[in-house]
C-alpha cells in the first residue's frame, strides 16, 4: 500500500474539480503552465457538474452536456487529472500538499508554484428531533439519487428548509415518480417586496430559472408552502412521520417515507483555514471566509481561492471566479505574456456576487435559539444542544473548551454537519469555527501507518 | 438524448439476500432500491443510521463492500456480484445513551 510516498511536481495544483477548478484550469493551461487537477470523486464535475455513469447515461442521456463538453476541453488542454485523490493536507503556503488515493490509500506529495483551492461547499443542515432517523436526508441526497441513479428517494416524500435548491430538487424528484407530500420554504422568498426584487432584476435569467421550476411544480399540484418549518420526525426504524409547523402555531402530521430537509450550503474552507490564510465572518455569520482580493488571492502568498468555498454564490459566479483567478495566477507565474483583459470577467463577477447577496437576504437561517435541549446536534458523537449549551454556561469554555467537554465536532465527519450549529450555541456574538487539522479528509489508517515518512 | 433501452441490470447480495440494480448504479441507490434504510448503528448511542449527505461528508452510510468494512455506500457503485453488507445488530457495548 503505502510504503512509498510518490512525490510529484507541477507549476500549479487546483484541489477541486467542479465549475470553479474547471474553468481555472482550463485558463492556466492554455496559457501554458502545467496544471494538476485533484479531485477526491472518480469523476471530474464537482456536484454541479456531476457526471451519470457511463451505463446510465447511454439509457437516460447525459444529465449535464455542458461540464462534458467543459471536462473534454480541460483533459484536451492538457491538464494532468488525478481523480480519486484526496487532499488531506498542506504546509508552507500551499505549496506542498499531502495526498492520498482513496482506492489504496497510497499517499503523495506535490509540490507547487501556486495553488488554487475550489473545494466548492456542502450542504448546511440544522437539527431538529428525529434528525438522525434513517430515512431522514439532505435534499442533495435526493437530487442525487433522482438524477444519477434514476431512484426516487421515496414513494411519498416531505421536502422542506430554505433556499432557492429545494425547487430543482422537488422537480428532479417529480421526474422519477415520486410523490410530494409537501414542500415545506421556512421564509417568503416567492412573493418578495418590491426592494429586494430590484436586486434581482438585474439577473433575469437566474429569475426564470427559479420560474420554470415553480411552474414545473404548479403544472403537477406541488404548491410551497411558505413559512412553515418541521418541527420534529418520527418513526421506529426510519422515518413514517413528520410534523410541520405553521406561522399560526398550527401544527400537521403528515406521513412520509422519506423526509429532505436543508438550509442551502457550507464553504468548505478546511484547507485556506489550514494554511493560516485571514478570515472573516459570512453574511449570515455562521461560517470563516478566506479574505480575498477581486481574484481570489488570500492573505497567504501564492494561495488562491475560488467557487463556492469563498462564499456561497452558485455555478456561474464560480466559472468567472475560477477564471479570475487563473488569470491572476498567470500574471504571476508567467509575467512575460501578453495580458488578458479581466475588467468583463470582474464586472459579471460582482453582478453574481449582488445576486448571491439577495439570495442571503431572501432566504434567512432560522435562529439556533429554536433548536430543544434534548435535539442531538453531533450525529458522529451523539451529543445533544442542552449538553453542549450546558458547556458553554460553565462561562470559561469557548468554542473549542465545548468541544473539548462535550466531544461535539470529535467525530468521523470532522465536524462538517454539526460545526455551525455548536459554534452558535456555544459563541459569544462572534462568529467562530472549529480549528483546521490534519487530516482535512478521514484517511485510512493504514495511511498514516505505513506512510511514516508523512511529514 | 437516447433514451432507448434500460441499462444492463447486475445482481448483488444484501445481508446474503439476491437483489438487482443498474449498472453504474450507486451502492446506496441499490439499497434504498431494496427498502434497505437503516445501515449501521452509531457507536456512542447505539441507534440506527442510514444515509444522509450522499456526498461523502458525514459518513453515516458505511457498508461493508466486498469485505471492505468502513465503505461510504454513497460514493461506491455497484458490480456484479457485489456483497453488501450492513451492520445493524445491537451493539455488544455502547459508550452512553
Redesign the interface.
Known amino acids: 500500500m503505502a510504503d512509498v510516498m510518490a512525490e510529484s511536481e507541477t507549476d500549479v495544483a487546483v484541489i477541486g474539480g467542479g465549475p470553479a477548478g474547471l474553468h481555472a484550469a482550463l485558463v492556466l493551461a492554455r496559457g501554458g503552465l502545467s496544471v494538476v487537477l485533484l479531485d ?3 469523476t471530474l464535475g464537482g ?1 454541479y457538474y456531476k457526471r ?5 447515461a ?5 444529465f449535464r452536456p455542458r461540464g462534458t463538453e467543459l471536462i473534454r476541453q480541460v483533459r484536451a488542454a492538457g491538464v494532468v487529472c488525478r481523480t480519486g485523490t484526496l487532499v488531506w493536507g498542506a504546509e508552507d503556503a500551499g505549496r506542498t500538499l499531502f495526498t492520498s488515493d482513496v482506492h489504496t490509500g497510497a499517499l503523495g506529495r506535490l509540490s507547487t508554484r501556486a495553488t488554487l483551492a475550489a473545494t466548492g461547499a ?2 448546511r443542515s440544522l437539527p431538529f428531533p428525529g434528525w ?7 435534499p ?3 437530487l ?2 433522482a438524477t ?4 426516487p ?1 421515496g414513494s411519498r416524500v416531505v421536502l422542506a428548509g430554505t433556499g432557492p435548491f429545494l425547487l430543482p430538487v422537488a422537480c428532479a424528484l417529480l421526474e422519477v415518480g415520486a410523490r410530494i407530500e409537501a414542500l415545506i420554504e421556512l421564509n417568503h422568498p416567492y412573493r418578495p417586496r418590491a426592494s429586494v426584487i430590484g436586486g434581482a432584476l438585474r439577473q433575469p435569467a437566474r429569475l426564470a430559472e427559479a420560474a420554470r421550476y415553480l411552474l414545473t411544480l404548479a403544472r403537477h399540484g406541488v404548491r410551497v408552502e411558505q413559512g412553515s418549518r418541521v418541527l420534529a420526525a418520527y418513526g421506529d ?2 422515518v413514517t412521520a413528520v410534523d410541520i409547523g405553521h406561522e399560526d402555531g398550527s401544527v400537521r402530521r403528515l406521513e412520509t417515507d422519506a423526509l429532505c430537509v436543508g438550509f442551502g450550503f457550507r464553504p468548505s474552507t478546511e484547507l485556506p483555514r489550514l494554511l493560516g490564510c485571514r478570515t472573516e465572518p459570512d453574511p449570515t455569520g455562521t461560517e470563516q471566509l478566506p479574505v480575498v482580493d477581486a481574484d481570489g488571492a488570500t492573505s497567504v502568498d501564492g494561495l488562491y481561492v475560488a467557487g463556492d468555498c469563498a462564499g456561497i454564490a452558485g455555478v456561474h459566479a464560480a466559472g468567472v471566479r475560477g477564471q479570475l483567478a487563473a488569470h491572476a495566477i498567470l500574471r504571476r507565474l508567467a509575467p512575460g505574456r501578453a495580458p488578458v483583459r479581466v475588467a468583463g470577467l470582474r464586472r459579471r463577477a460582482r453582478a453574481l456576487d449582488r445576486f448571491a447577496a439577495l439570495a442571503d437576504r431572501l432566504y434567512p437561517m432560522p435562529a439556533t435559539a429554536d433548536i430543544p435541549d434534548a435535539t442531538q446536534v453531533c ?4 451529543v445533544s444542544a442542552g449538553e453542549i449549551r450546558q458547556a458553554a454556561a460553565t462561562g470559561w469554555n469557548d468554542l473549542h473548551g465545548t468541544k473539548a467537554a462535550t466531544r461535539a465536532g470529535m467525530g ?2 470532522q465536524g ?2 454539526c460545526g455551525h450549529i455548536v459554534a452558535a450555541l456555544a459563541g459569544r456574538g462572534e462568529a467562530e469555527c472549529f480549528a483546521a487539522r490534519m487530516p482535512i479528509r ?1 484517511l ?1 489508517m493504514a495511511a498514516t501507518v505505513e506512510g511514516q515518512d508523512v511529514r | ?8 441490470t447486475v445482481t448483488v447480495t444484501i445481508d446474503g439476500i439476491p437483489s438487482q440494480a ?5 451502492v ?2 441499490a439499497l ?2 431494496a427498502g434497505i ?3 449501521r448503528r ?1 457507536p ?2 447505539g ?14 452510510c458505511e457498508v461493508t463492500l466486498n469485505g471492505r468494512p ?1 465503505s461510504r455506500s ?2 461506491a ?1 455497484v458490480t456484479d456480484g457485489m456483497d453488501i453488507r450492513t451492520h445493524t445488530e445491537p451493539l455488544p457495548t455502547v459508550a ?2
Open positions: 477526491e470523486s472518480d456536484q451519470r455513469a457511463e451505463q446510465l447511454a439509457a437516460f442521456g447525459d456542502y450542504e438522525t432517523l434513517p430515512g431522514v436526508v439532505t442533495g441526497f435526493a442525487h439519487l444519477m441513479d434514476r431512484v428517494v426504524t426510519q450525529r458522529c458523537e451523539s468521523p465527519c462538517r454537519e478521514p485510512p | 438524448m437516447s433514451t432507448s433501452p434500460l441499462p444492463e443498474w449498472a453504474g448504479q450507486s446506496t441507490a434504498v432500491t434504510w437503516p445501515l452509531n456512542v448511542d441507534r440506527l443510521r442510514g444515509p444522509f449527505c450522499g456526498m461523502g461528508v458525514c459518513l453515516e468502513g454513497c460514493t457503485h452512553h445513551g
